[in-house]
């Protein structure tokens, strides 16, 4: 089984609607979508869900009023002064204290130090995942919801859950759809993958992301290769693009022109494989996609 992570270092370069083509051109593919905090694959894979589940990635303090004894213990050691007080405004001299669930970090310090044992510190709900058929192949993915963290501990879940398909069903193949960027959520949709595919556009900021990526792809030891989509809205900067990654030991497996069947694509719902009239942006992806998988397989 390999595993392929396509990942882009800013948003907007068109990743996504390259991993649905390349769904669609794979064999037998069990996709994730780790971009759970802003998830978008779906939205193309129309995915038939068939179990889901509430995510945990963490827990969150809360005061019990009937044992709290109002010390105060609980704001002097919370360093992130999610403890407020407030006072009876018809008893000044009775103060009570609330945590901000919002502002709260859950490391558990405040219940750790409780004198009373006044606050509790259990797991909370920060998402929900899925596992869903869509006509390519089984889909993970999931839900980080409103202003949550541990975005790094869903994409492991998500990942894990979609090799675990490709094990027990025998799926020669994982294709995913990571998060933009170098951050957390990046390095957990990486890390172990089989080979990253990196799609950039010829723009200052992609130029800029890309080597970020690469330092990233190259920190953890995981080979790395690029796919340069919209090449021709700056040739230039394009080849530009191209030289830097040659000379970064990143091979390049597709230049792909721009094409507004990309944004039709989206709005029907279908990927940009099965829409575009135009048979020059479908051949384009095909090639890109057969090199990818070449490269994959040791080529």
């Known amino acids: 089984m390999k595993e392929i992570v396509i990942i882009s270092g800013k948003g907007g370069t068109g990743k996504t609607s390259l991993v649905a083509s390349f769904a ?5 593919p069990v996709l994730a979508d780790c971009d759970v905090d802003a ?79 006044a606050i509790d510190f259990s797991p909370v709900v920060n998402g929900r995942w899925f596992i869903s058929e869509t006509r390519f192949g089984p889909m993970v993915h999931a839900k980080l919801g409103v202003a949550e963290e541990n975005s790094g501990k869903l994409v492991t879940l998500v ?24 951050g957390c959520p990046v390095i957990a949709s990486i890390t172990g993958a089989d080979l990253v595919v990196v799609v950039t556009e010829p723009t200052v900021s992609g130029e800029h992301d890309l080597e970020r990526v690469h330092m990233l792809t190259q920190h953890f030891g995981i080979p790395a290769v690029v796919c340069v989509n919209k090449y021709d809205i700056n040739p230039s900067l394009a080849d530009a693009i191209v030289d830097s990654s040659k000379q970064w030991g990143m091979k390049v497996v597709g230049k792909i022109h721009y094409d507004k069947s990309f944004t039709k694509a989206q709005r029907e719902g279908i990927p940009v494989t099965e829409f575009s009239q135009d048979g020059r942006i479908k051949e384009e992806i095909q090639e890109t996609w057969a090199s990818i998988m070449r490269i994959a397989a040791g080529g």
Do not use: W
Not at 24 to 28: F, G, I, V, Y
């Open 24 to 28: 669609s051109l794979a064999e037998r």
């Open 159 to 182: 990942r894990t859950e979609a090799k675990n398909i490709a094990r027990r069903d025998g799926h020669p193949l994982v294709v995913v759809d990571g998060p933009p960027g170098v």
């Open 39 to 117: 998830a978008d694959l779906h939205l193309v894979m129309r995915p038939q869900v068939v179990k889901q589940e509430d995510f945990s990635g963490g827990s969150k303090a809360r005061i019990i009023p009937e044992k709290c004894t109002a010390c105060g213990t609980c704001m002097e050691v919370c360093r992130f002064d999610a403890v407020k007080r407030s006072f009876d405004p018809d008893d000044p001299s009775k103060i009570e204290y609330s945590i901000d669930k919002n502002a709260c970090e859950g490391c558990g310090v405040c219940a750790y130090f409780c004198p009373d044992k």
